[in-house]
C-alpha cells in the first residue's frame, strides 16, 4: 500500500515542473502543454485523496477537470492558429500589445 | 511490488514532465507529455480509478494531444520558429520561486494529519465506469449537464477564433 | 370613493398625452383631452364629495394607499391619498375652477402658438396641485408643492420670447425657493422629532411628544409658515406675485388668485393641530397676514395696470385668509379661500376678457366707457367686485365678515387686527370701484385702431365668466353666519378637521360675543365700505378731473405707494446685488483658484501615478505569469507560518 | 501469483506469434484474392502456389539497407513505427477466442486478460494508434509524408468518435463492458448484436476501415497522390513494421467484430476456437473485397462523410436504442 503522501509529492512535483514551464517557455504550445501538466498534477491529488477517503467526489472532480482541460484546448489552439495567422509566429513575448 | 511499480511510474512520470518543458522541439513535448499521461494513468489504476486511468489516455493522450499535434503539423513549428529568445529578467528569482513552491508543498503534505488509507473495505464499484457514472447522474448531474454546456460554448468558441471567414 | 388617486392621476394622463403627442395633434383634439381629464377629475371629485357626506362626521376621513414610495429604514413615505372634508373642498374648487378656467382658456388662448404647451402646462399644474392637496403625508405633499411651483414657473414665462416673462418667472421660482426652504426644514424636523411624516401619525403623535408652545413645534411651524409666505405671497416674500402677472390671463386666475397661491393657507389649515400648539406661530401668523393685507392694499389703490391692482388684491386677501387662519379660525379662512377663488378668478377673466377685447391694452388709463361694449364682462365683473368688497348679501361678505368677527371675538384675536381688517376691507372697496369705473365707465381713452378690434369674447370664455358670477354670488350661502339665521353649515362640514385643533387650544365652537356686538361690527363694517365706494365714485365717475390731483394730494406718500414702496428696489440693493458680487468673487478667486485647482491638481497627481504604474503592465504574458506565481507563494508562505 | 503469470505469458506468446503469423499470410491472401478479382493469377512461385511468399518478403526486408532521409528527426524517425505497431497488437489481449478449456489439470480462460472495462481498454489503445501515423508523417521531413499525416490524424479523430458512439448500443444493452460477458450474452445465433443492433454494426465497420486507413478510406496513404502517404520515406523492417501494424490493426478490428456483433466464439458443431477463427476471417475478407471493388473517397467527402453522417446518424442510433431498451 503506497501511501497518500508519497501521490500528493508526486503531483506537487509535476505541479511545479508545469509552473516553471509556464513561466519559462516561450512557445505557446509548450506554455499550454505545462497548464496541461498542472491541471494532471491536480488530478493526480484528488484521485489520491479520493482513494484516502474512500469517496468517488473526486473522481467526479477529475472527470469534469478533464471537460474543462479539453474546452480550454480546444479554444486555446484555435487562438494559436489565428494568432500564428495573423503574426506568423508562436513566441509569446511577440504578442505584447496588450499594454498601454 | 505495488511500492516498486509506484515509484518506477512516478519516475517515468516526473522525468518525462521535465523533459516537456525542456525540450524545444514542441512534437517531442508532446510526446513526452503523453509518456506523462501514460504514467498517471497507471498511478491511477493503482488508486483504484480504472475509469478514470482509461478516460484519461482516452481523453488526454487520445484527443487533447493529438489536438495539439495536428495544430503543431498544421502551423509546421519548428525550432526556428520561435525567433529570438528574449530573456526573462528575473529568471533565477523565478526559479527560487518555484523552488519555494515546492517546499511550501512538502511541507504542507508533510504537516497534514491525514489518516491511514482506509484497506480493503472499498465497495467493489469504486472507480468502475458504473459507480463513477453512478455519482455523475446523482449527487453531480447538475454539474455534468453543465459541462455539456461548456463544452458547446468550446466548440463554438473554436470555430469562431479558427475559421477565416464565417 | 375609492377612486380618488384616479382625481390627480387624470390629468397627469391629460400631460402626458398632450405633452408626448401634443404637436401632432390638432386644436380639437388637445383641449378635448385637456379640458376633459380636468372635467372628469371634476366628476370624481364630485362623487368623493357626496361619498363623504354618506358617512358619518365622525368617520369623514378616507385614506387610500396606492404604493408603498420610500420605504427606507424607519423613514417610509406613501403614495396614499387622504380624502376628509378640508381636502374634499380642495378638491372641488381646484378641479371645478380648474374647469372653468380651462375652458375659458380655450377660447382666450385659440390664436396661440403654444396652444398644445399651455394645455400641457395647465394639466400638469391641476394633476400638481390636486396631488398637494390630497396627500396623506407630507413628502407627497411637498412633491405636489413643488410640482405646483415648476407649473407656476413655467406658465409665467409662457412667452419666453419676452424678457420680462422669463424674468418674472425666473424672480417667482427663485422667491419660492427660499419658502420651499423653509418647507422642507419643516418637514425634516417634524419627522426627526416625531418620526412620521404621515399626517394623521403626526397629528396623533404631535400633542402627546411635544410640548405645548415649545420651541420644536414653534420652530416647525414657523418653518412650515415660512413655506406658505413664499408660495401664498405673504410679506416679504410677496414680490414675485406681481410680476407673475407676465402670464396669460387664464394662468393669473387659475395659479395665482384661484388655487396654487392658497396652497399655504390649506397646508397651514391642514396642520391645525401642530399650529394650535405654538400660540406664538399663530401670533406671528396674524401679525404678518394682516399687515400683509393692509399693505398690498394700499398698493393695489394707485396701480393703473389692471392685472397689478388684482394681484396686489389676491395678496391682500391671501393675508385676510392667513389672519383667519392666525386667529385659530381655520373654517373661515378656508371659507374665505373657497369665495376668494369664485370671484378672483372672476375677476381675473373679466380682465382676460377686457384685454383681449383691448388687443393686449392692460394700462386701465387708456380704457374706461366699455360698459356697454362688453355688457357680459362688466356685469359679471361687477357682480365679483361687489362680492370682493363686502357687499351684503355676495360672497364675500359673509366669509370676510367671518374673517373680521373671528378677528375680533377668538381668544386668539384682538380689536386691533379688527380696525386694521376694517381698513383693508374699506381700502379693498376703494381700489376695486376705481378699477370698475377706470374700465367700464367714463370716456373712452381708448384710440380707433383698439376701437376697431373692439369686441365681447365669444360664449366659450363669456360662459365660464357667468357660472363664476353666479358662484361668486351663491358660494357665499352655504356658510351663513348664525347671527344671519344661517347654519354656519360649511364650519360644520369641516369642524372634524379642525376639532382637534380646537380642542388642544379651548376653543369652543360657536361660542364668542353675543350676536348684537357681532350686528354691530358689521354694521360699522358695510358702513366703511359704502364710504369708501362713494369715494371712489366721486374722485373716478363723477369727478373724473380730479382724480390725479386727488392722488397727487398725497404728495409723497403717493409716490411710495405707486412705485409699491420701493420694495423691489429695495430687495435689489440688499439682497440681490450683494448676492450677485459675492457670487462673482467666489467665482473668480475660490472657485477658479481654489476648487479648479484642487480637482485639477488631483488629476495631475492620479495621471502621474499611472504614468509611473502602467510600466508595469509590460504585456508579457509571462511576467504575468511570474507575478502570479509570487503571489501564490506568498499566500500559502502565509498560512504556513501564521498557522 | 507466478502460475498466474506464467499461463498469461504463455497465452500472450502464444496468440501474438498467431497474430503475427495471421498478418503475414493476411498479405499473400489479399494479394491473391485481389488478383483472383482482377483476373490476374497473384503470387504463384515462392512454394506451392506461392505460399511462401510472406517468408521471401520477411527475407527481403530484413536484408534492405535501412536509409534515413537528411533533415529527418531522428528519435521520432526511428520510434514512429513502433509506436505504430504496438496499439496495433495490444487490443487482442481483451479478446475472448474461445470458451473455458482444461489443460494438465487447469482450467484456463482462452483470453489473455478478463477486464471489466475491456471495451474502454480498446478504445483508449486505439485512440493511441494516430501518434505512430503523426510522428512518421512529421519526422521524415518530407511534404507527403506530412500530408499523409496531418490527413491521418484529421481522418482518425474525426473516426474515434464514430467508433466510441456506434459502441455505446451494444454497451447500452449488455449492460457490461466485459467483452467475456459480451460475449457470454450472444448464447444463440439471434441474440447476435448484428441484429439487434445493425445500425451499429454498419457503423462500426465503416468508422473501423477509416481508422485503419483502408481502402476506400486510404487517403493518408493512397499511392497515386501521396506516394504512400506517412510511410513514404521508410525503408528495411521499419517500413515492414508499419506494414505489419496496418495488417493487425485490420485483423484486431475484425475480431472486435466477430466478439461484439458476430457472437464471438459461440457458434455449433465445431470448436470454439475454429468459430472464432471463421468469423474473423469472414469479416477480413469483406475488407480486401471492398478493397478491390469500391473507388477511393476524396478527401473532403471523407470529412463531411464523417462529420454529417456517421457521428448524427450514431447519435440517432444511441437515442433509439435507449428507447427501446426503456420500454
Known amino acids: 500500500m503506497v501511501p497518500l503522501e508519497y501521490y500528493l509529492i508526486v503531483a506537487g512535483i509535476i505541479f511545479t515542473i508545469g509552473m516553471i514551464g509556464v513561466i519559462f517557455a516561450r512557445n505557446i504550445i509548450i506554455i499550454f502543454m505545462a497548464i496541461e501538466l498542472m491541471l494532471n498534477a491536480a488530478n493526480l491529488a484528488m484521485i489520491a485523496f479520493s482513494r484516502n477517503l474512500g469517496s468517488m467526489g473526486g473522481h467526479v472532480m477529475v472527470f469534469m477537470i478533464m471537460t474543462v482541460a479539453a474546452a480550454e484546448a480546444a479554444v486555446g489552439l484555435s487562438i494559436i492558429i489565428a494568432l500564428f495567422r495573423n503574426r506568423d509566429s508562436a513566441n509569446i513575448d511577440e504578442v505584447n500589445l496588450m499594454k498601454w | 511490488m505495488e511500492l516498486a511499480i509506484f515509484i518506477l511510474t512516478s519516475l517515468v512520470a516526473i522525468v518525462a514532465a521535465l523533459l516537456v518543458i525542456l525540450q524545444r522541439n514542441p512534437i517531442a513535448s508532446v510526446m513526452y507529455l503523453v509518456t506523462t499521461f501514460v504514467a498517471q494513468a497507471i498511478l491511477f489504476i493503482q488508486l483504484r480509478a480504472a475509469f478514470i486511468a482509461i478516460l484519461q489516455v482516452i481523453v488526454y493522450a487520445g484527443a487533447i494531444m493529438v489536438l495539439f499535434l495536428f495544430v503543431i503539423m498544421l502551423l509546421n513549428l519548428r525550432r526556428e520558429d520561435f525567433g529570438k529568445d528574449i530573456k526573462l529578467k528575473y529568471k533565477p528569482l523565478a526559479i527560487a520561486f518555484a523552488v519555494v513552491l515546492l517546499i511550501e508543498t512538502l511541507v504542507v503534505i508533510n504537516a497534514s494529519m491525514i489518516p491511514a488509507q482506509p484497506g480493503a473495505d472499498l465497495p467493489a464499484t469504486f472507480g468502475s465506469v458504473q459507480g463513477v457514472g453512478r455519482e455523475l447522474f446523482t449527487t453531480y448531474l447538475y454539474p455534468f449537464e453543465l459541462t455539456s454546456v461548456l463544452l458547446i460554448v468550446a466548440i463554438l468558441g473554436a470555430v469562431v477564433m479558427a475559421k477565416k471567414k464565417l | 370613493m375609492e377612486l380618488i388617486w384616479l382625481i390627480p392621476l387624470v390629468p397627469l394622463a391629460g400631460f402626458l398625452l398632450n405633452g408626448l403627442f401634443g404637436k401632432s395633434f390638432s386644436k380639437p383634439v388637445i383641449n378635448t383631452i385637456a379640458c376633459g381629464t380636468v372635467a372628469v377629475s371634476f366628476l370624481l371629485s364630485l362623487n368623493a364629495f357626496f361619498g363623504l357626506l354618506r358617512l358619518a362626521p365622525e368617520s369623514r376621513s378616507v385614506e387610500y394607499i396606492l404604493f408603498s414610495w420610500i420605504p427606507s429604514g424607519s423613514f417610509n413615505a406613501d403614495v396614499g391619498f387622504l380624502l376628509d372634508p378640508l381636502s374634499a373642498v380642495m378638491i372641488l374648487v381646484v378641479s371645478g375652477v380648474g374647469f372653468l378656467i380651462h375652458v375659458y382658456s380655450v377660447g382666450y388662448m385659440a390664436h396661440d402658438e403654444g396652444y398644445a404647451r399651455f394645455f400641457t402646462y395647465l394639466n400638469l399644474f391641476m394633476a400638481s396641485m390636486l396631488i398637494l392637496v390630497l396627500a396623506n403625508n407630507f413628502v407627497l405633499m411637498y412633491v405636489g408643492w413643488e410640482g405646483v411651483g415648476l407649473c407656476s414657473y413655467l406658465l409665467i414665462g409662457f412667452w419666453y420670447e419676452k424678457r420680462s416673462a422669463t424674468d418674472a418667472g425666473k424672480k417667482a421660482f427663485i422667491v419660492n425657493r427660499i419658502g420651499d426652504f423653509g418647507f422642507a426644514l419643516g418637514i425634516m424636523l417634524l419627522f426627526w422629532t416625531i418620526g412620521s411624516v404621515h399626517f394623521s401619525t403626526v397629528f396623533d403623535l404631535a400633542p402627546q411628544q411635544l410640548a405645548y408652545g415649545g420651541g420644536i413645534v414653534t420652530a416647525a411651524t414657523l418653518l412650515l409658515f415660512l413655506g406658505a409666505v413664499g408660495k401664498s405671497a405673504q410679506v416679504p416674500l410677496y ?12 394662468v393669473s386666475a387659475l395659479i395665482h388668485a384661484a388655487t ?31 399687515f400683509t393685507a393692509f399693505y398690498a392694499a394700499t398698493i393695489g389703490l394707485f396701480q393703473n395696470d389692471i392685472k397689478r391692482v388684482l394681484a396686489y388684491s389676491t395678496i391682500s386677501q391671501l393675508g385676510y385668509m392667513f389672519v383667519a387662519c392666525g386667529v385659530a379660525a381655520f373654517g373661515a379662512g378656508i371659507f374665505h379661500l373657497m369665495t376668494h377663488a369664485f370671484f378672483k378668478a372672476l375677476l381675473f377673466l373679466g380682465a382676460g376678457s377686457v384685454i383681449h377685447a383691448m388687443s393686449g391694452e392692460q394700462d ?39 374673517i373680521l368677527w373671528q378677528a375680533f371675538s377668538s381668544p386668539f384675536g384682538s380689536p386691533l387686527l379688527w380696525v386694521v381688517g376694517l381698513l383693508t376691507a374699506g381700502l379693498t372697496a376703494f381700489y376695486m370701484f376705481r378699477l370698475i369705473y377706470l374700465t367700464f365707465f367714463g370716456q373712452r381713452r381708448y384710440d380707433d385702431h383698439v376701437a376697431s378690434h373692439l369686441h365681447e369674447s ?23 353666519p348664525k347671527a344671519l339665521l344661517g347654519g354656519a353649515w360649511f364650519e360644520h362640514f369641516l369642524h372634524p378637521v379642525f376639532a382637534k385643533g380646537a380642542e388642544i387650544g379651548k376653543l369652543a365652537e360657536g361660542a364668542g360675543e353675543s350676536h348684537a356686538t357681532e350686528y354691530v361690527l358689521m354694521l360699522a363694517a358695510v358702513a366703511f365700505v359704502v364710504l369708501m365706494i362713494f369715494t371712489a365714485k366721486r374722485y373716478y365717475l363723477d369727478h373724473a378731473k380730479d382724480s390725479e390731483q386727488f392722488e397727487h394730494g398725497f404728495g409723497g406718500l403717493y409716490k411710495v405707494v405707486y412705485n409699491k414702496y420701493y420694495i423691489d428696489e429695495l430687495y435689489d440693493k440688499i439682497i440681490v446685488n450683494p448676492l450677485v458680487k459675492g457670487s462673482n468673487l467666489l467665482w473668480q478667486k475660490f472657485d477658479v483658484l481654489i476648487i479648479d485647482g484642487f480637482f485639477n491638481g488631483a488629476a495631475w497627481l492620479a495621471g502621474q501615478w499611472a504614468i509611473s504604474m502602467r510600466k508595469l503592465q509590460t504585456g508579457m504574458v509571462r511576467s504575468y505569469a511570474f507575478v502570479f506565481l509570487g503571489g501564490a507563494i506568498f499566500v500559502i508562505g502565509y498560512l504556513i507560518l501564521s498557522r | 501469483m507466478l502460475e498466474f503469470v506464467l499461463i498469461t505469458v504463455v497465452k500472450a506468446v502464444v496468440v501474438v506469434t498467431v497474430l503475427l503469423l495471421t498478418c503475414a499470410w493476411m498479405t499473400y491472401a489479399e494479394r491473391k484474392i485481389l488478383a483472383r478479382m482482377q483476373s490476374r493469377i497473384g503470387p504463384n512461385v515462392a512454394g506451392w502456389k506461392g505460399l511462401l511468399q510472406p517468408v521471401a518478403d520477411l527475407v527481403k526486408l530484413l536484408f534492405k539497407e535501412e536509409v534515413i532521409p537528411g533533415g529527418a528527426q531522428r528519435a521520432l524517425y526511428l520510434l514512429a513505427p513502433l509506436l505504430a505497431f504496438i496499439p496495433a497488437m495490444l487490443p487482442i489481449a481483451m479478446i475472448p477466442f474461445g470458451n473455458k478449456i482444461t489443460l494438465f489439470g487447469r482450467e484456463i480462460n482462452l483470453v489473455i486478460a478478463n477486464y471489466d472495462n475491456g471495451l474502454l481498454f480498446i478504445l483508449a489503445v486505439a485512440s493511441l494508434s494516430v501518434y505512430g501515423i503523426v510522428m512518421a508523417g512529421w519526422s521524415a521531413n518530407s511534404k507527403y509524408s506530412l500530408l499523409g499525416g496531418l490527413r491521418s490524424s484529421a481522418q482518425m479523430i474525426s473516426y474515434e468518435i464514430g467508433i466510441g458512439m456506434s459502441l455505446i448500443g451494444i454497451v447500452l444493452l449488455a449492460g457490461t463492458l466485459n467483452l467475456v460477458d459480451i460475449v457470454g450474452q450472444q448464447n444463440v445465433w439471434y441474440k447476435w448484436f448484428i441484429f439487434r443492433q445493425p445500425v451499429g454494426f454498419l457503423l462500426y465497420f465503416v468508422c473501423a476501415i477509416a481508422e ?116
Not at chain 3, 365669444?458 to 351663513?480: E, Q, R
Not at chain 4, 469483406?286 to 478491390?292: C, D, L, Q, S
Open chain 3, 260 to 290: 396654487m397661491v392658497t396652497a399655504g393657507v390649506y397646508m397651514v389649515a391642514r396642520c391645525n393641530v401642530l399650529y394650535m400648539m405654538a400660540p406664538t406661530t399663530l401670533l406671528v401668523v396674524a401679525v404678518v397676514s394682516m
Open chain 3, 239 to 250: 414680490v414675485w406675485l406681481p410680476d407673475a402677472m407676465e402670464g396669460p390671463t387664464p
Open chain 3, 458 to 480: 365669444p360664449k366659450v370664455m363669456t360662459v365660464p365668466l357667468m357660472i363664476l358670477a353666479v358662484l361668486s354670488v351663491i358660494g357665499g350661502y352655504i356658510g351663513l
Open chain 4, 212 to 327: 485503419t486507413n483502408r481502402a476506400p478510406f486510404d487517403l493518408p496513404e493512397a499511392e497515386s497522390e501521396l506516394v504512400a502517404g506517412y510511410f513514404t520515406e521508410y525503408s528495411s523492417m521499419r517500413f515492414g513494421l508499419f506494414f505489419v501494424g496496418e495488417y493487425a490493426n485490420m485483423v484486431t478490428v475484425a475480431t472486435v467484430a466477430t466478439t461484439l456483433f458476430l457472437g464471438g466464439w459461440q457458434g455449433p458443431f465445431l470448436p470454439p476456437v475454429l468459430w472464432f477463427i471463421i468469423k474473423a476471417v469472414a469479416v477480413l475478407f469483406i475488407y480486401i473485397w471492398m478493397r478491390a471493388s469500391l473507388p477511393r473517397f476524396r478527401y473532403d467527402q471523407l470529412m463531411k462523410f464523417g462529420w454529417y453522417v456517421v457521428i448524427p446518424l450514431a447519435l440517432a442510433n444511441i437515442l433509439v436504442t435507449a428507447l427501446v431498451d426503456l420500454l
Open chain 3, 364 to 402: 386701465m388709463r387708456r380704457m374706461g366707457g366699455l360698459k356697454s361694449k362688453l355688457p357680459v364682462t362688466y356685469t359679471t365683473m361687477l357682480v365679483a367686485t361687489l362680492a370682493i368688497s363686502g357687499i351684503p348679501l355676495f360672497s364675500g361678505f359673509f366669509s370676510k365678515d367671518e
